[in-house]
């Protein structure tokens, strides 16, 4: 599948534009502040229903307009097309359109553009804070099933119940409530756990072989799943992490009590990178660092790819001014063979070499194909 | 224009968009149409309101609406009191009996538990469901709240809290609806609706 075309009423700079896109590479180039960026952000926020840059809808809409839209033209082999509609308005709530027909739960939508993003800020998804790691998780699981998403959302939501109770509570907590929500907490959770041990199943025994395309050395690339209960990830039934997850529960009663907050479950997950069973955290290099990133987000294509059965739009936001020779080419050798990707850059000629790419030249905000 | 004017027209709006799904604009056209309406009409809606308030009350066994003691269901000989169907709000009874399946009497706990909206088993009618439930007649008690987490909350609870009872206590099947497709339901939802499978008739 690839994006066609992309329409943008009142998005950032843009006030109307149409852009046709390629299937294959497009570079989008141009001086800075031209709206590169926005329109990677305006892809994404059809695909996820929301930006990577702002969590307010509001902050997205051009100055002295009241509402935006992003209008995306899909093709699908044997030319069946797809059309999406995200449109938000400061009266109105944000709205969803498929193919015409209104969209009510976003949550069963999300995952029909799948798509994977890269920015300068990824670059700190190892070394950074573990909120980080999750949220890499979780949009990805996201777009691989509409079930993870709603277990997530409704997991998030039981873990703000329980954690007001615990906060309010303290004193004279009824057990028989404080149940009804643990009950909850497990049964999500769960789920929610179990998911995430299949993608790091599936990131080691893939991590190294894209590594050491980038590398010159023979490393050992590992992740290592560190939830805030003991499973055994290996062989772990749902039941089994749901019985180990209601124990560790049961435990820390009352940790939780003095803290007054919901200090176990997925929300307290955080992953370890590991080279040559060291922490990558610690003996990383900065090079070392990129190429990772480079190869988690390669993986997250090649899961969503193969758990969805459609390839995700890769978007590349200005990064490759960050990354060298060596791995500016293996990355576009990647790019090369699969489906659609768009690239952010204010230097065009670093892309001289690639035969097959559509070129973008954005200039005061309008567009010239080249 | 009018409506930062403090007069009787942005006034009647105010109260307008006060109540639910009554947005801004739609108060307007409402309060445009009370303009143009003659005296009669107006004071006849403003009568209705009124007398409504004055009348109605809450049913003094299950909580329903009512403008006697006892709601019509209740008084009803041929419903079926032994068993009781449990709901959050009075919309949902509607909804029940729209479907013409259910012959038993009702229960409304005027809510679901939910500690972020503030909502404790104390400010719902628990209590008055436990000593309804003490009673020998009653044999069943049917669950019908809303699949929701705090419904889910508010059925483990009263499940616990029933269980001593010794009744019959069942759940509205719920999970999976009509013409829906089941990659989309949650995994809690179809692990629950696989738990309590039947058999096909």
Redesign the interface.
């Known amino acids: 599948m690839y994006l066609q075309k992309l329409t943008l009423k009142n998005f950032r700079v843009f006030s109307d534009i149409d852009i046709t896109f390629k299937n294959g590479i497009n570079i989008i180039s141009g001086p800075n502040g031209q709206g590169k960026t926005s329109i990677l952000e305006s892809i994404y926020y059809l695909a996820l229903t929301r930006s990577f840059r702002s969590t307010n809808d509001k902050n997205v809409i051009m100055f002295n307009n009241d509402y935006f839209s992003i209008n995306g033209d899909i093709l699908f082999e044997k030319n069946k097309h797809m059309n999406a509609i995200l449109s938000y308005s400061t009266n109105e709530k944000k709205q969803l359109y498929l193919n015409k027909k209104k969209i009510d739960k976003f949550s069963a939508y999300v995952g029909k553009i799948p798509c994977v993003l890269l920015t300068l800020n990824d670059l700190k998804l190892t070394m950074g804070l573990p909120s980080n790691r999750r949220n890499f998780m979780d949009v990805l699981l996201s777009q691989v099933s509409p079930v993870y998403l709603q277990n997530l959302k409704s997991y998030k939501k039981i873990v703000q119940h329980r954690n007001k109770l615990l906060n309010e509570n303290s004193d004279n907590h009824d057990q028989n409530q404080m149940e009804a929500w643990n009950k909850q907490l497990v049964e999500y959770g769960s789920y929610i756990v179990n998911d995430r041990i299949k993608f790091i199943g599936f990131m080691n025994s893939n991590i190294n072989k894209y590594y050491n395309k980038f590398s010159d050395f023979k490393e050992d690339i590992s992740v290592k799943y560190n939830p805030s209960f003991k499973i055994n990830s290996d062989s772990d039934s749902i039941q089994e992490i749901m019985k180990h997850f209601q124990k560790k529960l049961n435990k820390v009663k009352f940790v939780e009590e003095e803290k007054r907050t919901t200090i176990i479950g997925p929300h307290r997950d955080d992953l370890d990178f590991l080279k040559d069973n060291k922490s990558f955290k610690e003996y990383g290099s900065q090079g070392e660092n990129k190429t990772l990133i480079i190869v988690l987000k390669i993986l997250e294509w090649l899961y969503v790819t193969n758990q969805n059965k459609k390839s995700p739009l890769m978007l590349l936001d200005d990064i490759f001014g960050e990354l060298d020779r060596s791995r500016i080419s293996g990355l576009l050798n990647f790019l090369d063979g699969i489906g659609q990707s768009f690239i952010t850059t204010t230097i065009k000629n670093k892309f001289n070499d690639l035969s097959n790419k559509n070129d973008i030249y954005l200039e005061n905000s309008s567009i010239v194909y080249g | 224009m009018f409506e930062n004017e403090n007069n009787s027209l942005s006034y009647l709006i105010d109260q307008l968009h006060r109540l639910p799904g009554i947005g801004?604009k739609t108060a307007q056209r409402l309060a445009f149409h009370i303009i143009k309406d003659n005296i009669e009409d107006a004071s006849e809606l403003a009568h209705a309101i009124l007398e409504v308030k004055s009348k109605i009350r809450y049913c003094n066994q299950c909580f329903n609406i009512t403008e006697s003691d006892k709601c019509n269901i209740c008084n009803n000989p041929g419903r079926d009191a032994s068993t009781i169907c449990v709901v959050e709000d009075i919309v949902d009874i509607i909804a029940i009996e729209k479907s013409n399946e259910y012959q038993g009497i009702y229960h409304v706990l005027g809510g679901a538990?939910?500690?972020?909206a503030g909502i404790?088993?104390d400010d719902l009618h628990i209590k008055e469901l436990l000593i309804r439930s003490q009673d020998a007649d009653v044999k069943e008690i049917l669950l019908a709240i809303n699949p929701s987490?705090?419904g889910?909350?508010?059925?483990?609870?009263l499940s616990?809290?029933l269980k001593p009872y010794n009744k019959r206590i069942t759940r509205i099947a719920s999970g999976v609806p009509f013409g829906a497709h089941l990659?989309?339901?949650?995994?809690?939802t179809?692990?629950r609706d696989i738990i309590s499978r039947r058999d096909v008739e």
């Open positions: 801004r538990i939910s500690p972020l404790s088993p987490t705090e889910e909350a508010t059925m483990i609870y616990k809290l990659e989309f339901i949650d995994n809690g179809i692990g």
